[in-house]
């Protein structure tokens, strides 16, 4: 099942990114396992990746010298108000299967890009939700010892973009997520999800190749006191008090700041998009390049919302 030397390049939203020096796609749970124990049994000591549908990821134009596992694991059930997903469907038919459901609590996730796996992963959140809000049960696999092990939603630790699969149980692959709902108006939560999907489309740039939010949003008491009059008044709550980083991004004047086919947005300046034929240090020079423009200005340290692979 495994192959070698695949281009990440299309299984990046960013449309950039080099090989992996191994790959493979497990559509389910049987799949992942026997892809997991066929690693194994090459012997090679090199590291594992999951990847979901690529949304959250910057990958060099280098690759990635280890074994990329793409989760495509899908199904979709329901029981009462308890719905159940394979790690690897995508929001868009979670939230397709709510409506259909007449099931409330997603709706703020519409237009959200990506897999339920990588969305429990980061904890992702918009319009003052969060996928833990939502989140009743997680199954996961680990890569080592194919041991699954499942955990209720306290057990995740999730916060803000975090949860327990990005520190101690790093080595685990999400493959399925149970998700518990309250009964809705199926027309209501159809208005509600579309309205997320058409601010998106309004306010991101959709247009071009991107992977969302550069950096986290900023906590309120990371403020410097001396600049906290000036920046305080955009402060607002999603899903606790913090400063917009587009905000200060585009205070700092770093709209349409461009290196090589790499810009900072002009429509929404904490998204850096591909305007065709971006590359890795491109965009790593333009994030370098906010970092120190927000820290000389405002005394703030940004921290990356994206992940790398490299
Ligand atoms: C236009 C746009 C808008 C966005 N808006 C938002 C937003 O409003 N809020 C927000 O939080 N995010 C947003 N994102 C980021 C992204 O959509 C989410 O983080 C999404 O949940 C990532 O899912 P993915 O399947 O694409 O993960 P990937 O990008 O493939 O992977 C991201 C990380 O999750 C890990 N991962 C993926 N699947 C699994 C799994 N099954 N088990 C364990 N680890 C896994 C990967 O190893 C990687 O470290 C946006 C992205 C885009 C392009």
């Given at each position: 099942m495994i192959q070698r030397d695949v281009s990440l390049r299309d299984y990046s939203n960013y449309k950039i990114g080099g090989p992996a020096s191994y790959f493979s796609e497990a559509n389910s749970k049987e799949e992942l396992i026997e892809c997991l124990k066929e690693w194994k049994e090459t012997g090679l000591q090199k590291p594992v990746f999951v990847l979901g549908k690529g949304t959250n990821l910057l990958i060099s134009d280098n690759g990635f010298d280890g074994f990329v596992i793409r989760n495509s694991i899908k199904g979709l059930s329901k029981n009462g108000n308890l719905i159940t997903t394979g790690a690897g469907e995508l929001m868009s038919d979670v939230l397709s299967f709510c409506t259909v459901n007449s099931l409330s609590g997603l709706e703020w996730a519409g237009g959200l890009p990506g897999t339920i796996g990588g969305a429990v992963r980061g904890n992702a959140g918009a319009f003052g939700g969060e996928t833990k809000d939502s989140v009743f049960e997680v199954l996961s696999i680990d890569i080592n010892t194919f041991e699954e092990k499942r955990r209720a939603n306290r057990d995740c630790l999730f916060d803000y973009r975090y949860s327990i699969f990005k520190g101690e149980a790093k080595n685990e692959?999400?493959?399925?997520?149970?998700?518990?709902l309250k009964p809705g108006e199926?027309?209501?939560?159809?208005?509600?999800?579309?309205?997320?999907?058409?601010?998106?489309?309004?306010?991101?740039?959709?247009?071009?190749?991107?992977?969302g939010s550069t950096f986290k949003n900023i906590r309120k008491e990371k403020i410097p006191v001396k600049f906290r009059e000036e920046l305080m008044q955009y402060a607002k709550d999603d899903p606790f008090p913090i400063i917009p980083v587009a905000k200060v991004l585009y205070l700092c004047g770093l709209k349409g700041e461009r290196e090589g086919d790499?810009?900072?947005?002009?429509?929404?300046?904490?998204?850096?998009?591909?305007?065709?034929?971006?590359?890795?240090?491109?965009?790593?020079?333009l994030i370098n390049f906010a970092k120190q423009t927000v820290r000389e200005k405002y005394e703030i340290e940004l921290e990356e919302e994206i992940m790398y692979l490299k």
């Open positions: 692959i999400v493959i399925s997520v149970s998700l518990e199926k027309d209501l939560i159809k208005k509600l999800t579309e309205e997320r999907i058409n601010y998106r489309r309004e306010k991101h740039p959709m247009e071009y190749p991107n992977i790499a810009q900072i947005s002009e429509k929404h300046p904490n998204f850096i998009i591909n305007l065709g034929n971006a590359k890795y240090e491109d965009v790593i020079k």
